[in-house]
């Protein structure tokens, strides 16, 4: 099990930026692979991105591809979302997950989430 924190949600107009950050405690962090997933009200939870965990793979979902990009810096136990040209339908509370294997539906520790908003 690992502890996971996001933050660096927040509102900002169409076609702008931010910056997500997941902070993830105990020393087994690079172990795991790191996942991005997003909710929007009245919708499923989708996934958004992931990364492996010397950040040799990342994955994308279509509706992101070209917009956002993760990453992570294993010696500050920390993975990062970078989203440019944000969208209205973007808005959703965004998720930090980590999973021990290569799988979009298998995740072991996820964060409390941290609310992204996009204005039009």
């Known amino acids: 099990q690992v502890q996971l924190v996001e933050s660096g949600g927040g509102l900002v107009q169409a076609g702008g930026s931010l910056r997500l950050s997941c902070a993830a405690s105990?020393?087994?962090?690079?172990?795991?692979?790191m996942a991005w997933f997003r909710q929007a009200p009245g919708k499923e939870r989708e996934f958004v991105a992931r990364?492996?965990?010397?950040?040799?793979?990342?994955d994308y979902a279509d509706s992101v591809k070209g917009r956002f990009t993760i990453s992570r810096d294993n010696t500050k136990n920390t993975v990062y979302l970078q989203m440019n040209g944000l969208k209205p339908e973007d808005s959703a509370v965004y998720y930090c997950?980590?999973?021990?294997?290569?799988?979009?539906?298998?995740?072991?520790?996820w964060g409390q989430g941290t609310q992204v908003t996009v204005s039009s």
């Open positions: 990364i492996t965990q010397r950040s040799i793979t990342t």
């Open positions: 105990g020393r087994t962090f690079s172990s795991y692979i």
């Open positions: 997950a980590a999973g021990t294997t290569w799988s979009r539906d298998r995740y072991n520790s």
